[in-house]
């Protein structure tokens, strides 16, 4: 069985509170999108696994704790040999551990004939981590909470996409602190970007994207600022960091543009793929 487990992006991204469990409370749309790893699942006598990045093939994987917790769930006795092809940049805020996470949970449902439902399978995806429900919804979504509590988001426009990656690299626990010490207002972006969306104007709705954490990094990494600069340089109609970064995202009126925007990017020496949003 052959899959794609696909990325995605943080849309709007708004920190309105901290829950009782001392994380921070999240209100974002986020989407997966084209770019993609590739998963390959085979039943077989032993459990293996193997990564195209050697760095990647270890015990700690995100595609062995759901395989794992899968099994552990089912009772099921057989195994299998899980192949992943690294084709989405880490760490980068694109959700890549978490899509291959729930990618492997879905497969391994459906290769043994839906032994879980629904629900158990959203159970064993919140205690993977807090993107892997939404990757594995695999829809554009309202994510809440710690981005488990989700809220499809219907009539979403397929969207022309770049990513753009430079060189410095982010940790999400170091956004975060940042994010607390600048004591900065909370922001409503979300809302007002389901409004817009829902009142069928999506470059109202493109206009109000945005993201809680872009503050911090300006300074932690003034990199993804420049990227966002020059996306919208190059015609984007909006442009913002995905996640904690350091990914930058840019959204452009067809895929033309998007696809030169990228090769400029690309020439200037950075990472820069164009690619849809998955609706």
Do not use: W
């Amino acid at each position: 069985m052959r899959l794609n487990a696909y990325a995605k992006i943080n849309l709007t991204l708004d920190i309105v509170g901290t829950l009782e469990n001392g994380f921070h409370a999240l209100r974002s749309v986020m989407a997966p999108i084209s770019l993609c790893d590739e998963i390959e699942l085979e039943i077989t006598d032993n459990f293996e696994f193997y990564c195209n990045m050697p760095e990647l093939a270890t015990d700690d994987n995100l595609c062995v704790r759901a395989s794992k917790m899968f099994f552990e769930a089912t009772g099921i006795k057989q195994a299998v040999t899980v192949r992943l092809t690294k084709n989405v940049p880490f760490p980068a805020g694109l959700g890549g551990g978490s899509s291959d996470a729930a990618c492997v949970l879905k497969g391994l449902n459906a290769l043994f004939g839906d032994p879980l439902c629904e629900n158990e399978l959203f159970a064993i995806a919140e205690k993977l981590g807090s993107d892997v429900p939404l990757c594995l919804l695999s829809k554009p979504a309202l994510c809440e909470g710690r981005g488990e509590v989700l809220t499809p988001v219907s009539s979403f426009p397929e969207l022309n996409i770049v990513i753009a990656i430079g060189r410095d690299r982010l940790s999400t626990p170091t956004v975060f602190k940042e994010y607390d010490k600048m004591n900065l207002p909370v922001e409503n972006s979300t809302e007002r970007f389901l409004k817009a969306l829902e009142s069928g104007d999506t470059d109202k709705a493109l206009s109000e994207t945005g993201n809680a954490f872009e503050p911090v990094t300006d300074i932690l990494s003034p990199e993804t600022k420049l990227l966002r600069d020059r996306l919208l340089s190059n015609g984007a109609v909006a442009s913002h960091l995905s996640g904690s970064g350091p990914s930058v995202y840019g959204v452009f009126k067809d895929s033309k543009s998007a696809e030169n925007a990228a090769k400029a990017l690309r020439d200037m020496g950075y990472f820069a793929v164009s690619c849809k949003t998955v609706i």
